[in-house]
């Protein structure tokens, strides 16, 4: 079985590929075509990838459109992306639904460069910004959302909320934030 899972960043979407690898014994290949997509690469890099993920018949796969610091045109990649996403089994589209919430966690992962939650030395870390940043930050939030929204259109899947697949004590992310707006 194969799984993609496609979101946004600060979603848990690491923690719950993790959790459906574990859930159904496959392997998680995690954020191996997301790192693609993002990068400065070739098309040609992107599709010698693609044709490799496609011959795998099992695992989970996480993809992250509109990576937040350097967001890319996907016009030039949705080939290599459409050959990718018809390959899977089950495609899940995970949502954050306190959008507030999960624009503080990236700005603060961001500002810290701390991506997976690591605690960092057990405290808080307080973090100053001001309000034209969360503004530029709600901005790019309205896009990729759209954008994932859009996708969603072109390969439906099952939707997903972050909140309701945290269950009980699980806090896939552990760092601390003060995010103070000035």
Known sequence: ??????????????????????????????????????????????????????????????????????????????KQLHEFITSADQIYYLYRQDKEAQIRSLICAERVDNWFGDTIANKTVEINVTSDHIKLYHEKHERYTQQLLDCQVQYPGLTVYTENIIAGKEQPYKQKYNLNII
């Open 1 to 78: 079985m194969k799984i993609i899972v496609i979101t946004l960043p600060r979603t848990a979407s690491n923690w719950y590929c993790s959790q459906l690898a574990t859930q159904h014994d496959i392997k998680n290949y995690n954020e191996q075509l997301t790192d693609t997509l993002h990068q400065k690469r070739s098309i040609r890099v992107l599709t010698n990838l693609v044709k490799e993920l496609i011959q795998i018949d099992s695992g989970v796969f996480n993809v992250k459109l509109g990576v937040w610091r350097d967001a890319e045109d996907y016009i030039s990649k949705s």
